[in-house]
């Protein structure tokens, strides 16, 4: 399995991009950057989109990706409520054209929704697929993503603290994971449920107590400007567990 980054932030400037993530070439996990970081060809091998959940920074490069490929259908997986937020903000027929029916362009749709059930596994190309309710905004979920050859990955997408019961039903060779915020702004985390380094270490832990091993574990979504002060925390954590934390960046790829 092929895990490329081609966002790994939680906001956009001329050196940061929004979360993407694309498996193998032909799976799209999340769109911030879908369109602006790849060619129209490696646009065209997406094969499926999956969301994570229905905030802009990850569903924004749906419409954008749809109107550069109209002439074919591409699957978009969500929960329902992110659906209906594409649905009544982005594919709307105002802003965008609505891709999920014929559009003039072509003479098809060019998305088709298809609505995700929590913990109900589902098969994508040659992937093995199951939604992970998260502690986060409506209808957030994690993904397992599991290969043709064993090899699986546990994308967090945005979440809160709390995660022993997801722990206990997954156990992943790479768990992608945010962080968001320092230390400092510990309260901001959990009010606008995301982690920050020490609630990470604290989801590690209960990770270990649970499983005795810790996966490889790429940490992405860190807001840019904070980013000097979190990767140092990373640092701490990193120490403290005796464990390697990586932290994802534009172009990073990692082969499992
Ligand atoms: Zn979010
Ligand atoms: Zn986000």
Known sequence: ???LFLGAHNAESKNTRLVSILIDNTLAIDTGCITSELSYAEQEKIKAILLTHGHYDHIRGVPTF???NYCSVTPVYATQPTLDMLASHLVDGIIYPKFTETTPMCDQRSL???PLQYHKKI???DYQIVPFPMNHKIGAVGFEITDKQGKTIFISG???HGLSEIWKKIAPDVLVIEVTFP???EQTAID???LCPKMLQNELKNFFN???YLPQIIVLHICPKLEKEIKKEIQDVSRELHHPIEIAYEGMIVSI
């Open 1 to 3: 399995m092929k895990i």
């Open 183 to 185: 230390n400092s702004k």
């Open 123 to 125: 098969k994508i190309a």
């Open 158 to 160: 945005d979440t809160g």
């Open 192 to 194: 606008a449920q995301h």
């Open 112 to 114: 088709e929704f298809i």
């Open 210 to 212: 649970i499983h005795n």
């Open 66 to 68: 749809a109107f550069n």
